[in-house]
């Protein structure tokens, strides 16, 4: 099989994937007490029968749950109408969607260059130098990163470098996403996202290379008498990246979900901040719309990986 | 024109059970453009040997003492770029498992071209070309369409045969070939052993050749190193060592070497195993297994010695052996007999203590 039929397969197999999420998602959404009727009495407490059923009526609650799930995913790929908002101010799902995915998009991209960066180079280090003491303060500090939770490294470093420091500021008002300036913004947000994949993967590199390190086929680069950086940065990243790839396109899945907790404790408007507020408000649509967009991102995050993997390993097109 | 001279090698693993000594006062010599075998049980000490002389004994093993002398400069005292432009250039290795050590995702032609490209300062057409002759010379068929196929899209004996081009890629002049045919079927073993010799003929290539196989040496080596639990045991030509072996290890191994025509039904097999390398047995290290011991061979360790005259020997020396028999220890002396098979027995001999 060519590497083109390979990927060409893997893009198809997303269909269905794609379908399965939409259902499970759907289907938690509607399992979870609260919809937009509710939400309405509550506001007002005085309404009558006649009015919550034109409520039920107007947001097609009356349906049963399979052709309400028709509907929207109807509306989804036949207009790209991911419904919207309800109460004083509606807004369409597509609209907050297009304005705050690409805030959580590059906060995201940040965070996983940030972890790559990190985890790759500390990881070849720590396999190099193995059992000695780099590895050693190595494998100390990624296990706190892995340890610390999200908001707290996040307020640790809002307090260390913005309170006391003053290297940054607490919270400013930020230029668009694109000025340049938006770089020094996505920092600390970037950091505190980063860091426990960073330690993951960083742990991940670390026994891969090692692990690689004693197979003969090094001793056979060694006797061609090439010298050890190239040994170490040919022969064996190629071979280690192979299960590395494997295991970041899982954290992406961490990277995403943690992106909800980070945009809250810095106020970056992006996605996640958006759906904990859809989710205070019971915002249904909008809860939907994110969360099948999460899906997808992990989705695509898996796609590259298996994409990635059948590059760096010759072997995997012929399985 | 003596090109290697290994003297008084002494190589010892670290380990958690206690230190190892793979190699213990090793002194050997090959000359240019011979075949040199290393023969003994797996565990001997053979792989140890040959890693050592490209230095690449790895933690926890370590390079105690003695010297080897390539072209008269020792390799252990060379600096790490020195032995870099040794290591691949001047002496090369065959590796045992090709499958092992080729690696995966690299393709073949790339994995000898780099150490082409490297040596000897090919840019990439240029090595590109030499690779597909060298693929071609050892018999890989349509050696131009098969130069970027990865290692698995070889067969095994394909896989052996291109580990051989690469370590001929340099035009080395010491080849070490750690049972290159061991994982082989019997029919490509054949092929690649001709092979390797063909080769070793044409580019003047000294050959040490690492086996457990007697056969195999019978057939293509020159001169002989038996080893035993990391020691030298016995070093002769190969005429001498078969026709005329002097320590019971070696007539131990030749006697359980299977013979088409054999009457009996079972293989004659030397008793015991191996030692442990942790604890080897004091003395000389095979007696619990010797039929000839006496007391004297478990507290006295046996120097390398020529048989003939008892005086101690060096890597200069063509004939040795390492049992107390030679240095007039033993009281009731060596009492095996040498026949061959199918014809007049050629060398028939008692030996008794002097």
């Not at chain 1, 600390?188 to 086929?217: C, D, F, Q, V, W």
């Not at chain 1, 090439?226 to 022969?235: A, F, G, I, S, Y």
């Not at chain 2, 040794?86 to 050590?101: C, L, S």
């Not at chain 2, 026709?243 to 070497?257: E, F, N, Q, R």
Request: aromatic share 8%.
């Amino acid at each position: 099989m060519s590497l083109r039929r390979f990927i060409l397969k893997r893009v198809l197999l997303v269909f269905p994937i794609l379908l399965g999420v939409s259902i499970v998602t759907f289907s938690l959404v509607k399992l979870t007490p609260g919809n937009p009727v509710q939400v309405a009495i509550g506001l007002n407490p005085d309404m009558g029968p006649q009015e919550i059923a034109r409520l039920k009526q107007r947001y097609g609650l009356t349906q049963p749950a399979w052709k309400q799930y028709l509907n929207w995913l109807g509306d989804i790929v036949l207009h790209g109408d991911f419904g919207s908002t309800y109460g004083a101010r509606e807004r369409a799902v597509s609209d907050i969607i297009a304005n705050r995915l690409p805030e959580t998009v590059v906060l995201g991209l940040f965070g996983w260059v940030f972890a790559l960066a990190i985890a790759i180079p500390t990881g070849i280090y720590a396999a190099v130098r193995k059992d000695e003491l780099g590895d050693h303060v190595s494998r100390f500090v990624a296990l706190a990163g892995i340890s610390l939770p999200n908001f707290w490294l996040g307020l640790m470093l809002i307090l260390v470098f913005a309170l006391v420091l003053n290297l940054f500021p607490v919270s400013a008002p930020r230029k668009p996403l694109w000025h340049p300036a938006t770089l020094w913004y996505l920092l600390l947000p970037g950091i505190t996202i980063g860091t426990a994949s960073a330690s993951n993967l960083m742990r991940i590199m670390r026994s891969s290379m090692a692990e690689e390190m004693n197979k003969e086929y090094v001793t056979a680069a060694r006797a061609k008498g090439l010298p050890e950086r190239t040994v170490v940065l040919k022969h064996v990243l190629r071979n280690s990246l192979i299960s590395v790839t494997t295991v970041a396109a899982f954290l992406t899945a961490a990277i995403v979900s943690g992106s909800v907790v980070v945009e809250q404790v810095f106020g970056w408007p992006g996605l996640g901040r958006e759906l904990i507020a859809a989710v205070r408000n019971r915002q249904v649509d909008l809860i939907l719309g994110i969360t099948l967009f999460t899906g997808v991102a992990i989705i695509l995050a898996n796609l590259l990986a298996d994409i990635l993997y059948a590059v760096l390993d010759p072997r995997i097109r012929y399985d | 024109m003596t090109l290697l001279e290994v003297n008084d090698l002494t190589v010892s693993f670290y380990t958690e059970e206690g230190v190892v000594t793979a190699v213990d006062d090793l002194s050997y010599r090959i000359e240019s453009g011979e075949t040199f075998g290393v023969v003994g049980e797996s565990g001997a000490g053979k792989s140890v040997t040959a890693l050592s002389l490209m230095r690449l004994i790895e933690e926890p093993g370590r390079i105690e003492s003695g010297e080897i002398l390539f072209r008269g400069e020792d390799i252990l005292k060379m600096s790490e770029s020195e032995v870099r432009s040794v290591r691949g250039n001047e002496i090369a290795m065959i590796f045992q498992d090709a499958q092992t050590a080729l690696n995966p995702v690299y393709s073949v032609g790339e994995q000898i071209s780099e150490a082409i490209r490297h040596h000897l300062g090919y840019d990439d057409d240029a090595a590109r070309d030499r690779t597909v002759q060298l693929l071609d010379r050892v018999g890989i068929p349509d050696a131009e369409s098969r130069y970027g196929d990865y290692p698995h899209e070889f067969s095994g004996g394909m896989q052996q045969r291109a580990v051989i081009a690469m370590a001929l890629s340099c035009d080395p002049a010491l080849l070490i070939a750690d049972e290159p045919t061991t994982a082989l079927d019997v029919t490509t073993e054949a092929k690649i052993l001709d092979q390797i010799q063909d080769l070793a003929d044409e580019f003047d290539t000294a050959v040490q050749l690492i086996t457990h196989d007697l056969g195999v040496v019978a057939k293509i080596c020159e001169r002989v190193m038996v080893m035993y639990a990391g020691r030298p045991v016995e070093k002769a030509s190969v005429e001498d060592l078969y026709y005329d072996p002097k320590h019971p290890y070696t007539v131990g191994l030749m006697s359980s070497i299977p013979r088409i025509g054999d009457e009996r039904d079972r293989l004659q097999t030397i008793p015991g195993t191996m030692p442990d390398l942790v604890d080897v047995p004091p003395g000389c290290a095979f007696h619990p297994r010797c039929p000839y011991a006496e007391e004297c061979c478990a507290r006295k360790r046996p120097p390398l010695v020529d048989p003939e005259t008892g005086d101690a020997s060096t890597a200069a020396d063509d004939r040795a052996a390492a049992c107390l028999e030679y240095t007039g220890d033993l009281e009731n002396g060596l009492d095996f007999e040498v026949t061959v098979e199918g014809e007049d027995p050629l060398v028939e001999e008692e030996q008794d203590a002097r």
